[in-house]
């Protein structure tokens, strides 16, 4: 079975991500749902045989941020790393420096602006989980 990992700490997004890959994909996917970094994190770890197809992760939330959780899923080779985040681009790359946004960027990181539509999710989130 597919799996979908969603680390987002606001509930109503986090429901909104799950209901519409439930929809499109029915019972295909096994979602895991983290409502904070260290949580995303730890799932990433702890993936057993099957890892995860996408990880699709919020930026700004407790314990440990976004990038924290894209750096890991990009050790585990997770091969669909999404970002979502408020933030305009210019301010991450602020942050966290260019060299490491084109880095993350250069192994397959995608980022996601709030508010996102529904095609960006099915395009970025959705369709990687397809059969």
Same mark, same amino acid.
């Given at each position: 079975?597919?799996?979908?990992?969603?680390?987002?700490?606001e509930a109503n997004?986090?429901?909104?991500?799950?209901?519409?890959?439930?929809?499109? /994909?029915?019972?295909? *996917?096994?979602? &895991?749902?983290?409502?904070?970094? +260290? %949580?995303?994190? $730890?799932?990433?770890?702890?993936?057993?045989?099957?890892?995860?197809?996408v990880v699709a992760?919020?930026?700004?939330?407790?314990?440990?941020?976004?990038?924290?959780?894209?750096?890991?899923? /990009?050790?585990?080779? *997770?091969?669909? &790393?999404?970002?979502?985040?408020? +933030? %305009?681009?210019? $301010?991450?790359?602020?942050?966290?420096?260019?060299?490491?946004?084109?880095?993350?960027?250069?192994?397959?990181?995608?980022?996601?602006?709030?508010?996102?539509?529904?095609?960006?999710?099915?395009?970025?989130?959705?369709?990687?989980?397809?059969?």
């Amino acid at each position: 079975m597919t799996k979908l990992l969603l680390v987002e700490d606001e509930a109503n997004i986090r429901m909104i991500l799950r209901d519409m890959t439930e929809f499109e /994909l029915g019972k295909t *996917v096994e979602i &895991v749902e983290a409502d904070n970094g +260290r %949580d995303g994190i $730890n799932a990433i770890r702890n993936a057993q045989a099957e890892k995860f197809r996408v990880v699709a992760t919020d930026y700004d939330m407790p314990f440990n941020n976004g990038i924290e959780v894209v750096k890991e899923a /990009l050790i585990a080779q *997770v091969p669909n &790393v999404v970002l979502i985040t408020a +933030r %305009d681009l210019n $301010n991450l790359r602020d942050i966290f420096g260019i060299t490491l946004m084109n880095q993350l960027r250069g192994q397959g990181l995608k980022i996601l602006p709030k508010p996102f539509s529904m095609s960006q999710i099915d395009q970025h989130v959705i369709d990687p989980l397809r059969p």
